[in-house]
């Protein structure tokens, strides 16, 4: 059963991997979509080209989370236009390097924590308090099992997912008594430009991340955002955790098959 079609979903860092896969796969099931990435470009491209596929309304919108005046103002011109969402997909985030920690990159770190934990504090305490207003929502987290395992030299990135997973549990608490429901959906390995950010652009290295097994694709995670998103209102899923068949733990991969 699709419960989806007329919402309006909001979807961070929607130019790309998981963000725009979740708003294809949305789209598909009739969403209005609240697109934004700093990349503006893309997501115009996106909402149009969605919008005419599905007979949806979607609106683009350049956004930097990590600017908290710029994520305010967004938020306020969205309520003022009367475009409150209906689920908040906080997608934008990032991992920079792979150091032992003594060894990193404190402009990585900055990167990281600014966008992962802060950008998405920002984005939740913009739109939340419309959803508590309206007694209804969905916040939809996210994570990774990296939030849920550390592994060598990503320990930062580590800390950032696993605030992500404290998070979201905290935030389940603030809204008992409410019909806000709070997930997190953690990945494990998916093939998206998430390795080439993470090692600047080395297209090589981010490949072989790839290439020598059967990793997850965006589409599987967004299919499991649309089911987390589908439950019947009274069920709220906290955590969905999904790795490739191949993993099963961070780091834990056959490669012997591809
Ligand atoms: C992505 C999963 O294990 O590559 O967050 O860090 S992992």
């Not at 963000?19 to 934004?36: V, Y």
């Not at 994570?143 to 950032?160: C, D």
């Not at 981010?206 to 997850?216: C, F, G, H, I, N």
Request: glycine fraction near 8%.
């Amino acid at each position: 059963m699709n419960r989806l079609t007329g919402k309006r979903v909001l979807i961070t860092g929607a130019s790309a991997g998981i963000g725009e896969a979740c708003a294809r796969h949305f789209a598909a099931h009739g969403t209005h979509l609240l697109l934004s990435a700093r990349r503006v470009e893309r997501v115009r491209e996106i909402a149009e080209e969605l919008s005419t596929e599905h007979g949806i309304e979607a609106r683009a919108d350049a956004l930097d989370v990590t600017d908290r005046a710029a994520v305010t103002a967004y938020v306020d011109d969205l309520a003022g236009a009367g475009l409150v969402p209906d689920v908040l997909i906080n997608n934008a985030g990032k991992a920079k390097g792979l150091d032992k920690l003594h060894e990193g990159s404190l402009d990585h770190w900055d990167e990281m924590i600014d966008t992962n934990v802060k950008g998405l504090l920002y984005v939740t305490r913009a739109v939340v308090p419309h959803m508590v207003e309206r007694d209804s929502g969905h916040i939809i987290n996210i994570g990774s099992i990296a939030g849920r395992w550390v592994y060598p030299k990503g320990a930062v990135y580590n800390a950032t997912k696993f605030a992500v997973k404290a998070l979201s549990e905290a935030m389940n608490i603030d809204l008992l008594g409410t019909r806000i429901r709070v997930s997190s959906v953690d990945p494990g390995l998916t093939e998206t430009e998430f390795s080439e950010v993470r090692f600047d652009g080395d297209t090589e290295r981010a490949d072989s991340v790839y290439s020598t097994t059967e990793p997850l694709t965006a589409d599987d995670v967004a299919d499991a955002c649309v089911y987390v998103a589908n439950a019947p209102e009274h069920v709220d899923i906290f955590n969905l955790v999904m790795m490739p068949t191949v993993q099963r733990y961070p780091g834990y991969i056959d490669r012997t098959g591809a």
